[in-house]
């Protein structure tokens, strides 16, 4: 509780409080002051709780910091007894229930505005369904709530980008260095240029120099070309490869899946079929067995009650409404019916007819293994529902893995090695963590030993110090080794002692005389002590009244304190946004006068007759930057033109290219239909002629 206290008298020392408290003044506080120091530090996290206790009724005061408390999600520890006695304590301003809320409201007070700030747009305002009704209400509810979602999305960009490290300066100082940079390129260009046009054939240079830079660049989009086909090949690769792995598992699979030879019947509906059997035929007409069970056993049961349900509902339905006295009817005939039945019951039971009995005994174990026919039927259909899932997830993570690192899911013998290395790893693992954990163990063991030792020697020490203070020998356990250390020269004066005991006893006597005598004098003394005990007693009486009333009127003063620091902030920041904009309209002057100073600069190079002015002037620029993109212009329309009527001929040529390319693939093919005749056993020389495809390709080509 003390380090509780001392960190709220810290905190409010700091800014933005300044309440220059101590520990005894702070703790000192009456409850209404302890109230207002709750509610300043609650008008900080939200404006809006900025009040005066004093002016405000105690009621509207519990309510207004229990509304807030509430929305910032404060929880004071207990059940409901103990929110009670809270609100309560809030209300009075017990310092057991103030003291921890300004500790948890001290420790997060950013945290909180942050969450008082988003209160007021995020808390939802609840609307009656009857005022929902109107088509006016429901649409302005509706509009509100979409300005909060708005709201919600806005300030997680603004977070996000507050998060981000972007600043403004930042991005000004890059924006200042870029215009720098651009006026260097451009300074630089001119230079060139300048450079350039007193060489012959710049034109020449330049047209040849913009087609190098066309031809690298298509060298750079030809090799990330190159990079990105050589990864579609890795991945093609790897693809190849897991499905070589899947089929060789699958044909292991199959291998392993030898039908036996053995003779059985298929059923096959009302037909049975005389054929060996295996594993797979095996499986087939088990799950053959199962869904003839679901159609023609489970699904029409289910179908049935469904059917009886829905008519049982739809009779309800069409009743008509039942009044009290409709039940109470309902209820006697229900009870006549149970009656009855008992009854019949009874004559049943009475009768005790053997067949009856024997026959009941075979229906109860019918119907039990039916009930139990069914729920196995429903754990398999759930356990099949539950392997096509597990199925789909793993598809779903084997598809992810390859995606996100192209590699496949270890399987078969492969996977038994990477088990196996686990497990020594592991073994040796928990071996090695084992020993870790001991000598943990042991060591903390240890440091428990030895703090509870050193707490036991401090506690022992402790008692002994309270028993000597106790008993009024305080330091005796100090003193206890130098009496030990002096115990043999203690040994030696005792013989000294023993003779001289008896000038001791006179001593003795001396001295209590001298004290009777002491006595006698102070008795007159400690009369006067009483009295002046008894005058002390008023005069702290009467100081402490003259502190209550000091305490009330240093309150007051506290408070008007407070309402004169609230208009001086006030007129600071009216202060402050008036020097803003005194000095936001200055640097306006100054940035109209430098635009008036460019256009009579502009003005004057435009008007000068000095060809030199003119040339610095901003549209000599802009009428010499224009007439260069115009010549540009003409000659990409020079060139559009020379491709234009250059695309006919080149595809032409390019669809010659293509049909050569046919009829080379068409001679690769003939050439390895022959030799693959010529492996099979036919001998002979490799043919001259041409095929009729090739015959009309050639055809084609000649005409062409």
């Not at 899947?246 to 030879?261: F, G, N, T, W």
């Not at 496949?408 to 071996?431: A, C, H, N």
């Not at 005389?513 to 003394?525: F, G, P, T």
Request: glycine share 2%.
């Amino acid at each position: 509780m003390s380090d509780q206290i001392k960190f709220i008298v810290d905190s409010l020392n700091k800014e933005p409080f300044r309440k220059n408290y101590n520990l005894i003044t702070f703790d000192s506080l009456e409850p209404m002051q302890l109230l207002q120091v709750l509610s300043d530090v609650l008008a900080e996290i939200d404006p809006k709780q900025l009040v005066d206790l004093r002016e405000e009724m105690p009621e509207q005061t519990a309510k207004r910091m229990l509304s807030l408390l509430g929305i910032l999600k404060y929880k004071p520890s207990g059940n409901a007894t103990d929110m009670s006695t809270f609100r309560q304590g809030l209300v009075i301003g017990s310092k057991p229930v103030i003291y921890p809320v300004l500790h948890w409201l001290l420790q997060r007070t950013n945290e909180l505005k942050k969450r008082a700030y988003l209160a007021r747009f995020l808390i939802k305002l609840e609307v009656p369904s009857e005022f929902l009704q109107d088509e006016t209400v429901a649409d302005t509810n509706k509009q509100y709530e979409e300005l909060m979602e708005a709201f919600k999305t806005l300030h997680k960009e603004y977070e996000q980008l507050k998060a981000s490290g972007f600043s403004t300066a930042e991005i000004r100082k890059d924006i200042s260095a870029m215009e720098e940079e651009k006026d260097q390129l451009i300074k630089r260009v001119e230079h060139l240029k300048k450079r350039v046009e007193t060489a012959q054939n710049y034109q020449w240079m330049l047209k040849i120099a913009r087609q190098l830079r066309v031809e690298k660049e298509r060298e750079e989009y030809l090799a990330q070309q190159k990079q990105e086909q050589k990864n579609q090949l890795f991945h093609a690769v790897q693809r190849l490869q897991r499905v070589q792995n899947q089929l060789k598992s699958m044909r292991q699979a199959a291998a392993d899946a030898k039908p036996e030879i053995e003779t059985g019947y298929l059923h096959v509906g009302q037909a049975a079929l005389k054929l060996p059997t295996s594993g797979l035929m095996k499986r087939l007409e088990e799950e053959i067995k199962f869904n003839l069970y679901m159609v023609t056993e489970k699904f029409p049961k289910e179908l049935e009650n469904k059917k009886k349900e829905l008519h049982f509902l739809q009779k309800v339905v069409s009743e008509p409404a039942m009044g009290h006295s409709d039940l109470l009817e309902l209820e006697s005939k229900i009870n006549e019916i149970n009656t009855e039945i008992n009854q019949l019951i009874e004559k049943k039971m009475m009768r005790n007819e053997p067949i009856e009995g024997k026959l009941s005994l075979y229906r109860q174990q019918a119907s039990i293994i039916s009930r139990k026919k069914e729920a196995k039927a429903e754990e398999l259909q759930e356990a099949k529902e539950k392997l096509a899932s597990l199925e789909r997830e793993a598809s779903l993570k084997r598809n992810q893995t390859r995606e996100f690192d192209g590699t496949e899911v270890l399987k078969g013998d492969e996977f038994k090695r990477y088990v196996s290395k686990l497990r020594s790893k592991s073994t040796v693992f928990k071996k090695k963590h084992q020993i870790i954990a001991e000598l943990k163990a042991e060591f903390g063991l240890l440091q428990r030993t030895e703090e509870l030792l050193k707490q036991r020697h401090e506690n022992i020490q402790q008692q002994l110090q309270t028993m000597e203070e106790k008993k009024g020998i305080s330091g005796y356990s100090y003193t206890q080794e130098e009496l030990e250390r002096v115990s043999a020269l203690k040994s030696e004066v005792d013989e000294m002692k023993g003779r001289t005991l008896d000038d001791m006893s006179e001593m003795v006597k001396k001295l209590n005389s001298l004290v009777s005598e002491k006595k006698s004098a102070l008795a007159s003394v400690i009369k006067e002590l009483r009295q002046l005990r008894q005058k002390c007693q008023e005069l702290t009486q009467e100081c402490d009244e003259k502190k209550s009333q000091y305490d009330s009127c240093a309150a007051g003063l506290e408070s008007n304190r407070s309402k004169l620091e609230q208009e001086v902030r006030r007129l600071r920041e009216e202060c402050l946004q008036e020097e803003s904009r005194y000095h936001y309209t200055n640097c306006m002057i100054k940035n109209l006068e430098v635009q008036l100073r460019r256009a009579t600069d502009e003005m004057k190079a435009y008007i000068s007759s000095d060809q030199q002015e003119k040339r610095k002037a901003i549209r000599e620029q802009y009428t010499k930057n224009i007439a260069e993109q115009e010549n540009l212009g003409k000659k990409l329309r020079e060139k559009q033109k020379v491709v234009r009527e250059s695309h006919g001929p080149n595809m032409k040529q390019a669809k010659m290219w293509r049909d050569l390319q046919q009829l080379m693939e068409c001679k690769k093919q003939c050439f390895l239909k022959q030799q693959s005749q010529t492996s099979i056993g036919q001998v002979g020389f490799p043919r001259l002629c041409y095929t009729r495809e090739e015959n009309v390709l050639r055809r084609h080509l000649i005409r062409e």
